[in-house]
């Protein structure tokens, strides 16, 4: 989770603090498999939040 805003206390282990405007995400592969080093594989997509996260997984 990327936010320039702290998203709560049960959230803050997966927070990740963004600035504001635009920025630039870095991924470190570890021993990657020969799909990440050929351009063959894709990494998941980043998908913005419209609130913020607040209610994402929640029953």
């Known amino acids: ?13 997966n927070w990740l603090p963004a600035p504001k405007g635009p920025f630039v995400v870095a991924m470190r ?20 939040a419209r609130d913020g996260g607040r209610n994402r997984n929640r029953a």
């Open 1 to 13: 989770m990327f936010r320039t805003n702290p998203p709560g206390k049960d959230r803050e282990p």
């Open 29 to 48: 592969l570890y021993w990657p498999k020969p799909e990440a080093l050929d351009g063959t594989w894709k990494h998941p997509p980043m998908i913005k």
